[in-house]
């Protein structure tokens, strides 16, 4: 969990992960496999959201994602 915390605090990594977020966001109508392009990379991304929604122990954590 540290690990994640770390990326998610990391100015370039944590911001460029809340970009994606933003733009699959945009299209939230939308099939979230046909956007990521397959269904292993659709739960690879449901697995991170869970991962840094586990990892962000405090509300201020929270906000940054």
Not at 20 to 46: N, P, Y
Request: proline content about 2%.
């Amino acid at each position: 969990m540290e690990e994640a915390r770390a990326f998610i605090k990391d100015p370039y990594r944590g911001r460029n992960y809340i970009t994606c977020i933003e733009a699959v966001m945009q299209h939230r109508t939308d099939d979230i496999e046909v956007i990521l392009g397959s269904k292993i990379d659709k739960w690879k991304f449901r697995a991170s959201l869970t991962l840094f929604e586990r990892a962000t122990s405090s509300n201020s954590d929270r906000e940054t994602i």
